[in-house]
């Protein structure tokens, strides 16, 4: 079932028209469905059973409201940063709960984690290795790691991995792996307890999964026949949704499939870390139409939500499905290019676009949940949006809009007298 739809020709999210959203909270603004959170967790959790995990990825929306939605539901977390951690924390959530993956790691985020009794480091590279040894032996811990390796799977029968494969900044490259695994299994403050890998977002079929399925189990039986007992495996997020028309990813298969995989590793707890496949669909970016322009042969919609906003049509080109919050206007449909405020020409929401719009209308960028408002920023000075969250009838701030105060907090001007 779908939590955002239209009823009697407006567009609404549970119980609450959109249009009513708009006025009683302003533009733009973030509107997330609780309910649909809570069934696109439900939909991962019904083909998972104990002991296996689900890691809600933070990067995707990290808003407190939606970690604490989580927490309550018995989610663990997988940050790439020490700010995610405290942020989990600070929703009520479990730092055993977490696993800790990302590149870059400083020595002071190592130490926040192991100090706070983090559930797992994901280490990305030999050299990370040593430096979370030097921190566990100056805070006397034992560090529980996995190693993160890539699977290289094969890019071109799947074209939409990015992360998995050999020449990129992620992980340990599958043919290197065996030396980092011995040594950490040989150091006296680390704790070896498992694989992951996380082969790319946006993957729309379970095949690339399985596959990198495969390598994985294959490489717990090589380090078994090495000696070294791995716990866990972690086999990352990446689950695509359908920002344009086209199957979804089929997520009882690739579950089912995995479990059939693991039935021979009964001492192997599996691990997912799905994003976007939690929050994605059940986000709306709604936006107003300032002025409708044409010029030469082309028209514009320029509207109040910008790339500050909404960052992914402008990073990677990502399509967004635009629609009129209100099906029932007189205004004829147009080909128009949907953008923002930004002084930028690449601040666009979606081009060559059929909108039935006139100024002063309200659109909806749907799918707008996972990797909007946490890429959003203050460009151009810009007070990023606030963020509510919807269950039933009822409607809650999640996020306050941000004020002039909030964006010059910190900053100091040189003379003032
Ligand atoms: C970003 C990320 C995820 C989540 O990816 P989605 O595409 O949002 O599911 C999971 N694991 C790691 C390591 C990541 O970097």
Redesign the pocket.
């Known amino acids: 079932m779908m939590h955002i739809d239209f009823y009697q020709q407006q567009l609404t999210m549970e119980r609450i028209s959109v249009a009513d959203l708009a006025k009683q909270y302003g533009t733009p603004l973030y509107a997330y469905s609780k309910n649909q959170i809570l069934a696109n967790w439900h939909r991962f959790q019904q083909y998972w059973p104990n002991p296996h995990r689900l890691c809600y990825?933070v990067?995707?929306n990290s808003n407190l409201a939606i970690l604490e939605l989580l927490v309550a539901q018995g989610a663990g977390f997988?940050i790439?940063s020490g700010g995610e951690l405290k942020r989990v924390l600070h929703a009520g959530g479990s730092a055993k709960s977490v696993v800790f993956?990302g590149v870059a790691k400083s020595t002071e985020e190592l130490t926040y984690a192991l100090e706070q009794g983090i559930g797992c480091i994901n280490v990305e590279s030999a050299a990370e290795l040593e430096r979370i040894q030097e921190v566990a032996k100056s805070l006397n811990v034992m560090a529980p790691v996995s190693l993160r390796v890539n699977p290289d799977v094969d890019a071109k029968t799947h074209p939409y991995i990015a992360t998995g494969m050999k020449a990129n900044k992620f992980g340990i490259a599958m043919d290197d792996a065996m030396p980092v695994f011995q040594r950490a299994h040989n150091l006296s403050h680390i704790s070896l307890i498992g694989a992951d890998c996380?082969i790319g977002?946006?993957i729309m079929s379970a095949g690339p999964f399985l596959d990198a399925a495969k390598r994985m189990f294959h490489l717990v039986d090589n380090l078994q026949q090495q000696g070294i007992e791995l716990t866990h495996l972690d086999l990352?997020?990446?689950?695509g949704v359908t920002y344009e028309d086209v199957e979804p990813l089929d997520i009882q298969q690739y579950l089912t499939g995995l479990l059939d995989l693991a039935k021979e590793y009964p001492h192997i707890t599996l691990l997912l870390?799905?994003?976007?496949?939690i929050v994605a669909d059940a986000g709306l970016l709604i936006t107003k139409v300032e002025y409708l322009k044409h010029s030469n042969d082309k028209s514009f919609a320029l509207v109040d939500a910008g790339m500050n906003d909404m960052l992914r049509p402008s990073l990677y080109q990502a399509w967004h499905e635009i629609i009129a919050v209100s099906k029932d206007n007189n205004s004829t449909d147009k080909l128009v290019d949907v953008v923002g405020p930004v002084c930028e020409t690449g601040c666009f929401l979606g081009h060559a676009r059929h909108l039935n719009v006139a100024q002063g209308d309200l659109l909806a960028i749907k799918y707008a949940g996972?990797y909007g408002f946490t890429m959003s920023s203050n460009y151009n000075t810009r007070a990023r949006p606030a963020e509510v969250l919807v269950d039933g009838n009822e409607s809650f701030v999640i996020r306050e809009r941000e004020t002039f105060d909030d964006l010059i907090r910190g900053e100091r001007l040189l003379q003032r007298d």
């Open positions: 990825a990067k995707a997988d790439v993956s996380h977002s946006q990352g997020g990446g689950f870390e799905p994003g976007r496949a996972a």
